[in-house]
DNA sequence: TAAGGGAACTTGTACAAACAAGCGAGCACC
DNA sequence: GGTGCTCGCTTGTTTGTACAAGTTCCCTTA
């Protein structure tokens, strides 16, 4: 059952990417809109909300709104998961484990992922043929023998996880920011050391909000980059500062 | 006038925030939120919404929300202002201007920011007296003058050119990734050439949508992070590939 | 001609009611 | 003991109404 406001988000939203709705014009007021769909004024602002969430409408009490852009800004799915963000994209790609083991996890380890063992994985993803991505990651113990149990060549590790346990990636806090790429970075990727590398921290954790994983990701510069649309309105990203005391 | 929504959301932050609601605990149900308040069950949802969206809580349908986290994301312009965004945060900060000039835009600029004349500056900002952020912008030719007569040591542009035009930056889209330092960034920033620098690219646009400004900012390592909470529900950070085939 | 004052329009906020859909706990049954 | 089912609770969707607040544009007036 897909809701009515989907529905009608989806309708405007092709009419802003096919051109129907160029960039700069103005959405109909909220009366039109309910009007065309044969819906409620709630409904229709359900929609648009939607859109205005996407970075693709700005929206301003007294004023119409205003289509702002056609680039479509995908979901969740394609910021946790580079197997999904690549398919959806049309992306020919690949995934190969290179070291996994398991280690009592350190203080910090324990106060992300919750006490005991870890399991860590070195993983190396390719796109196009070109090794792109290099994640660090570390599981929790309770996910860590499902983890185990995927065949190191796996595309994606999120859709294994959910085939057998059932697990869903449901929220995640992502730090961004660049680095130098070392001796180990430098081998796998196919750059040389010192090249600056985009690196994404996260924690993932599953609808109850329990930990499921915290990875390093390091991207080879030129390969990929974040894209945020935002506006006056609510947005989640934020800069924070390093501590700047500590030392160059 | 202060929403209703927006201070049940306040109340219900500080809560989360104090450690009354301890990260991993339920929220009360809406019925329950809208008695203690009594206000009606979608101003509570609304009030909820703003937390959800702020990556504070968890939501699905048929159980109880949930607390993710209490660190609080602030706006829109903590990600487009560095003034606004150092002040919120407490740090001793600066700017100046070290080249200014007009010249004619690019093909690409006049894609982006319109045709004519444009405004480039090169402008150097400080965190607790260290550099730390080097601003290429460049600005449109309506906005110009007004950047003109701002003084070279200026603390927030932002904020000056809402004060002489009212001239508000209401969406922006922004770009992120790594490169690494040229001669001139590792002069001014006091880094080695080389070093990995976290770069974000924007274009910022008022209200109606006409673009102000675009910017290549370059962050010293270790000194700003990008941070993001996001849920299943709509996120607007996407990934975006390079291109792959142009050479390393 | 320029400034000021509406009036119509548009989005934002709030309330009330009803049903749909998913979750979780407890119960009965095998 | 474990499996499956039902029932109550909770969140999600939709409609309708009313008023508040901001914008835009036209028309009057100085």
Redesign the interface.
């Known amino acids: 059952m897909v809701a009515r406001y989907e529905l009608i988000a989806d309708d405007l939203r092709n009419e802003i990417v096919s051109g129907a709705l160029p960039?700069?014009s103005q959405l109909p007021s909220e009366a039109e809109l309910a009007e065309r769909y044969r819906a409620a004024r709630g409904t229709v602002r359900q929609a648009v909300a939607?859109l205005a969430?996407?970075?693709l409408l700005?929206s301003?009490q007294g004023?119409r709104r205003?289509?702002?852009?056609r680039a479509r800004?995908?979901?969740?799915?394609?910021?946790?998961s580079f197997a999904q963000?690549a398919r959806a994209?049309g992306?020919r790609f690949g995934g190969q484990v290179i070291t996994q083991r398991r280690r009592t996890a350190s203080a910090a380890e324990s106060a992300r992922l919750g006490p005991g063992e870890v399991l860590e994985v070195l993983r190396l993803r390719s796109?196009?043929g070109?090794p792109?991505l290099l994640e660090r990651t570390v599981y929790a113990e309770w996910v860590a023998a499902a983890v185990e149990r995927i065949p190191a060549d796996c595309e994606s590790v999120t859709e294994a996880l959910y085939d057998s346990i059932g697990l869903?990636f449901?929220?995640?806090?992502?730090?961004?920011?660049?680095?130098?790429a070392g001796a180990e970075d430098a081998r796998l990727l196919g750059?040389r050391r010192?090249?600056?590398?985009?690196?994404q921290r996260r924690v993932t954790?599953t609808?109850?909000?329990r930990p499921v994983e915290s990875s390093d990701d390091r991207?080879r510069?030129?390969?990929?980059?974040?894209?945020?649309?935002?506006?006056?309105?609510?947005?989640?990203?934020?800069?924070?500062?390093?501590?700047?005391?500590?030392g160059?």
């Open positions: 960039v700069g939607v969430a996407e970075g700005g301003r004023a205003i289509v702002l852009g800004s995908q979901s969740f799915a394609e910021l946790h963000w994209n992306y796109l196009e070109e792109v869903v449901a929220y995640g806090e992502h730090l961004i920011d660049a680095v130098s750059v010192g090249s600056p590398l985009l690196r954790t609808h109850e909000g991207y510069p030129g390969s990929v980059t974040f894209s945020i649309r935002n506006s006056i309105g609510a947005n989640p990203l934020v800069r924070q500062a390093g501590d700047l005391r500590s160059r």
